[in-house]
């Protein structure tokens, strides 16, 4: 199941790994600036792998499984949010996560869904798109706000294929910033692309009660599941 939330990471950050499962395994974190090959290395079954860096580049980041079965893992929800916040801090807002990805399942052993490879390289279509790893617990349980607070939620998208088109029905993005950097502002936006592996921060507040759609605005995606409903009170 993907990790998400807010992270207030020290600059240096120090990763360490420990090969619990049962295949390989290795670490691709976006925020990092670091040769792979030194870093990024894949270790087996009950190896142990520490390593360090430096989160300078303020923004959103996607971190995920970086073995060369990347897109079976990647598939199999082996993913998280790095969120790095610039020196100066951000203003106050009501602060969320949402991290999109999509699944392309098989049968399994024992009737467990497993990522299905061969409908997945190619791109040629998912069974499900999901914020935050879940197709329907933003329906079940309204994400809650507050009517005339702003609200800042990071979009990342873990993909491994599926492009965002991310929009807020009801709503105009005061600002959005490409890959939550401010030093990449917009203004103004109805919707914003987000592709696999890219992040943007989006900026706005609600001035009225009322229930508010968050959506992939490609919608044969919302309707497999890239949904999630803000509540404003």
Not at 13 to 27: D, E, M, P, V
Not at 119 to 126: K, P, S, T
Not at 216 to 226: L, S, V, Y
Request: charged letters at 15%; proline letters at 7%; a negative charge.
């Amino acid at each position: 199941m993907p990790k998400t939330g807010l992270a207030r990471p020290p600059p240096t950050q120090q990763t360490a790994r420990k090969g619990r499962l049962n295949f390989l395994y290795a670490i691709d974190i976006h925020a990092a600036r670091t040769p792979p090959d030194v870093d990024f290395v894949t270790i087996n079954p009950g190896e142990q792998f520490t390593w360090n860096f430096r989160a300078e580049r303020p923004g959103a980041y996607l971190y995920h499984c970086g073995t060369p079965e990347t897109l079976m893992h990647i598939g199999a929800g082996m993913y998280g949010a790095f969120i790095v916040d610039p020196k100066e801090g951000w203003s106050p807002a009501q602060e969320l996560i949402l991290v999109q990805s999509d699944f392309t399942l098989a049968e399994g052993a024992n009737s467990v869904k497993v990522p299905d490879m061969n409908r997945m390289i190619g791109a040629r279509d998912v069974d499900y798109v999901v914020f935050n790893g879940h197709a329907t617990q933003y329906v079940d349980e309204p994400i809650q706000v507050k009517v005339g607070e702003p609200i800042r939620i990071f979009v990342v998208n873990a993909g491994p294929n599926v492009w965002s088109s991310f929009h807020v029905v009801g709503a105009i993005f005061d600002r959005v910033l490409v890959n939550a950097s401010l030093k990449n502002q917009l203004f103004d936006l109805q919707s914003v692309s987000i592709g696999p592996g890219e992040s943007t921060c989006v900026e706005f507040t609600l001035d009225e009660p009322g229930v508010y759609t968050a959506v992939n605005h490609a919608f044969g995606h919302a309707a497999q599941g890239a949904i999630a409903l803000i509540e404003a009170t």
